[in-house]
């Protein structure tokens, strides 16, 4: 993929966009366009996971890529704007899932372990799929980064939802913001946990974490209206 984007990107990427061209060219510059911003996306994926947000440099990004430096403000205008496009990114993939799940539940325990079901399964896939790119000698040690920029943008999917429910009357009238930050975090912790224990055990850890939530939801005041 690298080579094929090296290939197409232009010399001068601004110069080229604003060069006349016709429809033939310019579908191919979209097409480079797209690949180019791929390129940076999974790169930045990648860095973000090994380094960690706050460590990571945007030349750090460009040195996975096929791009010059150039190139790739061309694209995006710093690290903070590559994060937000994958959280985008993480938000859009994830958030018809659990729709889905939502719409389907029947009451708040219901939603809360299809939900967590569907939240470790997505943060084992995108485990997995990292794994994929990294050299054999890497896959052998499990790696997971829960402050991702996709990761983040799920829980801020999985708080919308769940004080959706509690409005509707899905779920217990408690605290919103609490009960939302709650479930957040236990279903973190224990998703991090998860991912780097063998042999992985997903239907365990969903268990757990459904249960922890539950027992501590009923030991909660409920909020008069």
Not at 25 to 40: D, F, M, P, W, Y
Not at 66 to 89: H, I, M, Q, T, W
């Amino acid at each position: 993929m690298a080579d094929a984007i090296s290939t197409l990107a232009p010399a001068n990427s601004a110069a080229a966009d604003l060069a006349p061209t016709d429809p033939a060219s310019g579908g191919k510059r979209e097409e480079t366009k797209r690949a180019n911003r791929s390129a940076i996306l999974d790169a930045a994926r990648s860095v973000f996971a090994e380094m960690g947000y706050e460590a990571a440099s945007v030349r750090d990004i460009i040195r996975r890529t096929p791009l010059s430096v150039g190139a790739f403000y061309n694209y995006y205008r710093s690290k903070e704007e590559v994060y937000e496009a994958l959280a985008a990114d993480g938000a859009r993939r994830f958030k018809p899932i659990l729709r889905t799940e939502y719409e389907r539940a029947t009451d708040f325990d219901s939603f809360l372990r299809a939900a967590l079901t569907a939240y470790f399964r997505f943060s084992v896939e995108e485990h997995e799929a990292w794994q994929l790119e990294r050299p054999p000698e890497e896959r052998m040690h499990p790696h997971v980064r829960v402050d991702g920029p996709e990761s983040r943008a799920v829980y801020d999917e999985v708080k919308a939802v769940i004080a959706d429910g509690i409005e509707r009357g899905l779920a217990p009238r408690v605290d919103a913001d609490y009960l939302a930050a709650a479930c957040i975090g236990v279903a973190r912790e224990v998703c991090e946990r998860m991912i780097v224990r063998r042999p992985l055990d997903l239907d365990g850890a969903v268990q757990f974490a459904l249960q922890m939530i539950q027992g501590g939801v009923k030991a909660l005041p409920l909020i008069e209206t």
